[in-house]
């Protein structure tokens, strides 16, 4: 991706979620979501920066979203620069 990209996902109920985006070395780059939303369609975009707002490196980067206690996947994304 470049610039950015969107990260989309459904909750069956409302809960806990945490979506957060890591390099190869394993080392968080961004926090995107740590905290409850509400069931539904939702739809979180990273622009390539990291929690500092600094843009990241062209690479390879996963992200890594959790919800509630039943639910955890992991995705490969590239971003290009």
Request: hydrophobic share 35%; net charge positive.
């Amino acid at each position: 991706f470049n610039p950015s990209t969107r990260i989309q996902f459904t909750l069956p109920r409302k809960g806990n979620v945490s979506l957060k985006i890591y390099n190869v070395a394993g080392q968080l780059v961004k926090t995107l979501q740590d905290g409850v939303m509400e069931a539904g369609s939702h739809d979180l975009t990273w622009d390539g920066t990291n929690d500092l707002g600094s843009s990241v490196a062209s690479g390879v980067y996963f992200y890594k979203i959790k919800a509630g206690s039943d639910y955890e996947n992991i995705k490969k994304m590239v971003l290009l620069r």
